[in-house]
């Protein structure tokens, strides 16, 4: 699917090993997603680590980036769960830590947004509804299932209530991982497709085309600005609906 | 009709309902801004709720952007 000049918009999320690795005719080679994964976990680490360390009253640059990022997320999980919510805080601060550091690495030309392969993104999303399976059911029991039965609904219409809370409940996982994915392929993908515009009327077009290449090139600024933003929002909106759907698990019934 | 052109025309036609969502998510963060216009001291404690609803109407537009890609890349 060439898009302009002969440019690729999908190339960029081709996975190929660095180390290849194939013990027992299983694929465990070290490839460049698995590279950024480690990267993204050094990073997080180094930044929460070393700016955890000093403790100073006045905050230098990284503690002050530490301890924002502490509060937001400390902030968001007692605004939607409470108090109690807060034994879930380590969870969803590596979560939200992960994704946002893996979008904005994303960004950085020629590398590799790890977050735009669905296998990564429903990896999450089914981790974190398996912790509310598992926490809901082993904390509250058969108590758990009421999540699907919602109150004051008269009796003939509770049957079809039921199904669509059970419809809404499975279907979850699935919107949750689509949605990050697609946000970054579809950034990603625009982005490249704008460059190639350049690309092609820069070639391919004459005279005219140098005249009229400044416009793509300039949405294309404009698109990588608004992607930074994208970053930082779906990994907001991963964080916040783990919330919501943790506390489901943590305060059931309606 | 050839197959390829039908393909084409479909994922064509999906990305209407990625048009339709954005009007859900403007919809949304439209009815919040007045909203917080009216009151902005209460604005600040229903951010997080503006997101959530905005997350869910922008996921069914992912859907069709995501039925797009599969008719494109993946058929």
């Known amino acids: 699917m060439a898009a302009g000049g002969g440019i690729d918009p999908i190339h960029q999320f081709e996975i190929h090993p660095i180390v290849g690795l194939r013990p027992f005719g299983l694929d465990l080679s070290f490839t460049n997603s698995s590279l950024l994964m480690v990267l993204i976990v050094g990073v997080v680490s180094l930044v929460m680590i070393y700016g955890s360390s000093q403790r100073a009253v006045v905050p230098g640059r990284l503690q002050s980036l530490a301890e924002i990022a502490y509060e937001f997320v400390a902030s968001t999980v007692t605004g939607v769960m409470g108090k109690d919510g807060m034994r879930f805080f380590p969870f969803v601060f590596s979560l939200f830590m992960f994704v946002l550091t893996a979008n904005l690495l994303g960004m950085v030309p020629s590398s590799f947004t790890v977050t735009s392969h669905i296998i990564v993104t429903a990896a999450f999303a089914f981790l974190v509804i398996g912790v509310v399976l598992v926490y809901g059911i082993v904390k509250h029991g058969s108590h758990f299932f009421g999540l699907f039965v919602p109150s004051g609904v008269p009796g003939w219409l509770l049957p079809f209530m039921v199904l669509i809370e059970a419809v809404s409940f499975v279907s979850r996982p699935i919107s949750l991982s689509l949605r990050l994915f697609g946000n970054m392929l579809a950034g990603h993908i625009a982005l490249k497709v704008f460059g190639g515009f350049v690309v092609a009327l820069t070639t391919g077009a004459g005279v005219l085309g140098y005249v009229i290449a400044p416009l793509p090139l300039l949405l294309a600024i404009a698109l990588t600005a608004l992607e930074f933003l994208v970053a930082f929002l779906q990994a907001y909106v991963f964080a916040i609906l783990t919330c919501v759907y943790l506390n489901d698990a943590l305060h059931p019934g309606h | ?75």
């Open chain 2, 1 to 75: 009709m050839d197959p390829v052109a039908a393909k084409y025309l479909g994922a064509g036609l999906a990305c209407l309902g990625m048009g339709l969502a954005a009007i859900g998510v403007g919809s949304i963060f439209g009815n919040f801004l007045s909203g917080a216009l009216r009151n902005p001291s209460a604005a600040d404690g229903q951010f997080g709720r503006a997101f959530i609803g905005a997350a869910l109407a922008e996921g069914l537009g992912i859907f069709c952007f995501v039925v797009a890609l599969v008719l494109m890349f993946v058929l």
